[in-house]
């Protein structure tokens, strides 16, 4: 089988590991993945590769001696794994940059940022086509997705196995898929998933408007804290929607927009047991030490405690404003893709404007989308779609029908 991604490898990076075996051995078994080439982030297990979750911590290990479930099942679909793909460290980071294994590329522009933390799997996907397995805690799947030009998915959370997953923060961590097309998406969410319908809802999209179906437009995510190129773009996916028949209003959730003090109070704290574990095998670097630090910090703390309690009223918000519309819309990040060694990129305390709206889906417990909405000033912007804890197929619904009125 042919290896199609050697060839921007030197300039971008997204692999860290190459599985010429498997790849020359093609599929193992018939399904419905038949042959596709399949990329899996550091952080989940691929046996015979590699488990270094980009840390310099992990990289003494050894090779995976068996496969995480969700890779499991992408090989009995007969999907071929072609290798594993850089992550941030430990998946904690907003530009893959902080990698042991050194940074990702982005392939619009190889001096900018691929994005984090799943950035080697959304480049892969970009620049090669394959299709690739990412993870998500704040944002990492479709953070990344955006800044590619590509989809990104992060299913509901519990709905996707995470065995053989390293752990980042549990209550909020999620594996999903990241595919050029909303359907491919779909095909692979459903192999990890074990489950059906996701493409069935996504050809429905792609083939039908959207008849009235109520779609919010979250303030303030969607006004003037956006860059003016990611504005113009999500205003273009707004009319998009309108002309679908959707009915588009404005809807207000409480504390939307202003989460990341509590994301990171939450996970700092959750990730404790990871990070403490990774810390007594060698340094850990900045990041996820400056991570250890704040954790041990905050834990057992009244601050701690208020950021459980502001996450309990955030699912009860949410549930209120999905009574009013079937779907949320936003930006799925305010900037396009950054500068490579960015101030702020790689720094948790920095509060980087890349999270500002994806750690809100992470901390209600529901899924979420992001889908190409065309370029802005030349690089990828993205459109986030998020919708009640177990209705996915209304993201693919709407994500294939946005993506094919914008031409994707």
Known sequence: MAVPFLSREHELHAFVHVDEDALAAGPQAE??????????????????????????????????????????????????????????ELAMGASTETSSWGSTRNPYDPTRTAGGSSGGSAAAVAAYGVLAVGTDTGGSIREPAAMCGVVGVAPSH???????????????????????????????????????????AAERGAREPLGGRALGVVVPMSGHRNAPEVLERF??????????????????????????????????????????????????????????????????TREHAEALAVREEIRADV???????????????????????????????????????TVEANLAGIPAASVPAGLGDGLPVGVQLMTAHGEDARLYRVGAALEAALGG
């Open 235 to 300: 205003e273009a996916a707004r009319l998009a929607l309108l002309g679908l028949g959707a009915t588009v209003l404005p809807v207000s959730v409480p504390r939307f927009g202003d989460l990341l003090d509590v994301y990171v109070t939450v996970t700092c704290v959750e990730a404790l047991p990871v990070l403490e574990e990774h810390a007594a095998r060698g340094p850990l670097g900045e990041e996820a030490a400056s991570r250890l630090r704040l954790g041990r910090s905050l834990a057992g």
């Open 158 to 200: 519990g709905s996707v196995p995470t065995s053989g997953v390293v752990d980042f923060a549990p209550s909020l961590d999620r594996v999903g898929p990241i595919a050029r097309t909303v359907a491919e998406a779909a095909l692979l969410h459903e192999v990890i998933a074990g489950v059906d319908g996701l493409v069935a």
């Open 31 to 88: 399904g419905p993945l038949a042959g596709r080439l399949v990329a899996v982030k550091d952080n989940i297990a691929v046996r015979g590769a590699p488990w270094a979750c980009g840390s310099a911590t992990r990289r003494g290990l050894g090779p995976a001696t068996e496969d995480a479930e969700v890779v499991r099942r992408v090989r009995a679909a007969g999907g071929v794994v072609a290798g594993t793909t850089n992550t941030d």
């Open 319 to 357: 549930a209120t404003a999905l009574k009013v519309c079937s779907v949320l819309v936003s930006p799925t990040v305010p900037l396009t893709a950054p500068l490579l060694g960015r101030p702020g990129m790689a720094d948790p305390l920095a509060r980087p404007r890349t999270d500002w709206w």
